[in-house]
């Protein structure tokens, strides 16, 4: 089991950055693949990024690539999204999630969400 809590958004320009986290509360931290997903308002939810067990290997949606960059600190029990260059396309409410290994893309595959944080980026 483990409980997340997402935290970091707010109200940005076009083109700066936005550093997001995720607090997991569980002891098994380390043993939980993660992903970043997003969702705006009569959208499907969206894959941003994920990240296996031990943060070595990542990989990120099409839209973000080149632009954000996930991260995870095991000891800290957090695991991050570094988003720069943001687009106005970029708003929605980011939500960080769980499973159990290997990593995966698909929202559905995901077992443990986070409340979400709202990003906004104005143009």
């Known amino acids: 089991q483990v409980q997340l809590v997402e935290s970091g958004g707010g109200l940005v320009q076009a083109g700066d950055s936005l550093r997001l986290s995720c607090a997991a509360s569980g002891r098994t931290f380390g043993g939980y693949a993660m992903g970043w997903f997003r969702q705006a308002p009569g959208k499907e939810r969206e894959f941003v990024a994920r990240?296996?067990?031990?943060?070595?290997?990542?990989y990120y949606g099409d839209s973000v690539k080149g632009r954000f960059t996930i991260s995870r600190d095991n000891a800290k029990n957090t695991m991050y999204l570094q988003m720069n260059s943001l687009k106005p396309e970029d708003t929605a409410v980011y939500y960080c999630?769980?499973?159990?290994?290997?990593?995966?893309?698909?929202?559905?595959?995901?077992?443990?969400w986070g409340q979400g944080t709202q990003v906004t980026v104005s143009s």
């Open positions: 999630a769980a499973k159990v290994p290997p990593s995966s893309m698909y929202y559905k595959d995901y077992d443990y």
């Open positions: 990240i296996n067990w031990s943060g070595s290997v990542t």
